[in-house]
């Protein structure tokens, strides 16, 4: 599980980086978790994980639409970074800003993070560089490091613009 889903369980420290996850073991173990407990949506999200671990989008994406409509903040932020930045999907830019602005309001940290360089790069809708800044704002006073980093570039810039690097359509690093 990753710590920042709000869903998680209390004293696990999960892992952060989606990429360190061992899909080998990973997959068989959340897809008998998800039969075991089929409206669990802490499990669906996790699924979801291991499927990007194992690099099987389109399974990733079918288990966090079950985490979302379960309830799930955090399958809604992995949904909405998998609608947005995966090379190898369909994208959806209205549907994956409509996404990671709803996990961003929940207060999941990433997700704010993430909504903000949406809003920066006029993903799904034309930029909104003073929202966005609100939004790394949010994020980095909730202690995420990424938005820290990306806010400091904006104050360092000083016109409210990212730099490209950052604008840039990417994966977010945990989803990675």
Same mark, same amino acid.
């Given at each position: 599980?990753s710590?920042?889903?709000?869903?998680?369980?209390?004293?696990?420290?999960g892992?952060?980086?989606?990429?360190?996850?061992?899909?080998?073991?990973?997959v068989?173990?959340c897809?008998?978790a998800?039969?075991?407990a089929?409206?669990?949506?802490l499990?669906? =999200?996790?699924?979801?994980?291991?499927?990007?671990?194992?690099?099987n989008?389109?399974?990733?994406?079918?288990?966090?639409?079950?985490?979302?409509e379960?309830?799930?903040v955090?399958?809604?932020?992995?949904?909405?970074?998998?609608l #947005?930045?995966?090379?190898?999907m369909q994208?959806?830019?209205?549907?994956?800003? #409509?996404?990671?602005?709803?996990? =961003?309001r929940?207060?999941l940290?990433?997700?704010?993070?993430?909504y903000?360089t949406v809003?920066?790069?006029?993903v799904?809708a034309p930029?909104?560089?003073t929202?966005?800044?609100?939004?790394?704002?949010?994020?980095?006073a909730?202690?995420?490091t990424? =938005?820290?980093?990306?806010l400091?570039?904006y104050?360092?810039?000083?016109s409210?613009?990212?730099p490209?690097i950052f604008?840039s359509?990417r994966?977010?690093?945990?989803?990675?």
């Open positions: 599980m710590p920042f889903d709000l869903d998680r369980i209390a004293g696990v420290s892992v952060r980086e989606t990429f360190k996850i061992d899909p080998a073991v990973a068989h173990a897809e008998e998800t039969r075991s089929p409206s669990d949506r499990e669906w =999200a996790n699924l979801a994980r291991s499927y990007r671990a194992a690099r989008d389109i399974a990733a994406v079918a288990a966090y639409r079950k985490a979302t379960l309830g799930s955090f399958g809604a932020y992995g949904l909405g970074v998998t #947005r930045a995966n090379p190898a994208r959806d830019p209205s549907e994956a800003r #409509r996404l990671l602005e709803g996990a =961003a929940a207060g940290p990433p997700a704010m993070s993430e903000a809003l920066a790069s006029g799904g930029v909104d560089a929202q966005a800044r609100s939004w790394y704002e949010k994020a980095a909730a202690d995420f990424p =938005a820290m980093n990306t400091a570039f104050l360092l810039n000083g409210g613009k990212l490209v604008a359509e994966a977010s690093s945990f989803e990675r």
